[in-house]
């Protein structure tokens, strides 16, 4: 069984690396709604959590490097150009965020600064903090179906009554989250149209993340639903265009 062995020992390694990218993406999702939340977490705070989800973006992408090197190889389909774009967006956003931010810092970065313009580094933190922040939620929503397909394979057997607790409970966190997407303003702050974060100093700190909680989920369940409705096309095409070619 001279195969068996090289063969074990790649799988260990394949989930392995599942398991690290798995744990990326959790710390990465649980530190968003905290950095929504700054002005309660606290600033101090806040540039450390900015600074650890940079680390973890690097390590997403040293983990998925297949796809970077397999960026310009293969046939582009519309769901393909889509996550492209948006990744795309979410490193322009990434890398804004960290260089108004390192401008911004009193804390970590205080004795060093790209720029002195603080009224541009603030808009631009402002900006880039709540696109990424929906375009991350919709890239996780993306690949949700690389855990859906975990959570088949440990459950095992199918239930009909687990998959309708599940879809009503996805509908309840999208309609709490368009009305959280309005009670928070973030269209407007997303078009620029508040230049100044604003939060209750008296509000829970678990309900503002409760709230930007609901709307990562709302983000989440639409770029589920536009991957899996853009499968459906892309399935219905190629089984027009097998019947297609054997009528011919």
């Known amino acids: 069984m001279p195969m068996a062995q090289p063969l074990r020992k790649r799988s260990e390694n394949m989930s392995k690396k599942l398991i690290c990218k798995i744990i990326t993406d959790v710390l990465m999702l649980a530190a968003m709604p905290l950095l929504m939340a700054y002005m309660l977490v606290g600033e101090k705070l806040h540039e450390w959590l900015g600074i650890g989800i940079f680390i973890l973006f690097i390590l997403h992408h040293s983990l998925n490097y297949q796809w970077i090197k397999n960026l310009f190889r293969n046939k ?3 769901s393909r150009i889509i996550k492209t774009i948006v990744n795309v967006l979410i490193l322009l956003m990434i890398i804004g965020l960290a260089y108004s931010g390192v401008t911004l810092s009193r804390y970590v970065f205080d004795n060093f600064s790209f720029s002195r313009n603080y009224a541009l580094a603030r808009n631009l933190h402002m900006l880039c903090s709540y696109w990424g922040f929906a375009l991350m939620s919709l890239h996780f929503g993306f690949h ?8 088949k394979k440990l459950t095992k057997n199918k239930s009909v009554l687990r998959t309708s607790i599940l879809r009503i409970l996805s509908a309840g966190i999208a309609a709490y989250g368009i009305y959280a997407f309005q009670k928070r303003e973030i269209g407007s702050y997303m078009l620029m149209k508040i230049h100044f974060a604003f939060f ?6 678990y309900m503002i993340l409760l709230d930007y909680i609901s709307v990562m989920g709302l983000f989440s369940i639409m770029g589920y639903y536009i991957m899996k409705i853009l499968k459906t096309i892309n399935k219905k095409r190629r089984s027009i265009s097998k019947d297609c070619w054997q009528a011919s």
């Open 144 to 151: 949700w179906d690389i855990f859906l397909g975990i959570a």
């Open 200 to 205: 209750d100093i008296n509000e829970s700190l």
């Open 76 to 78: 582009y389909t519309i």
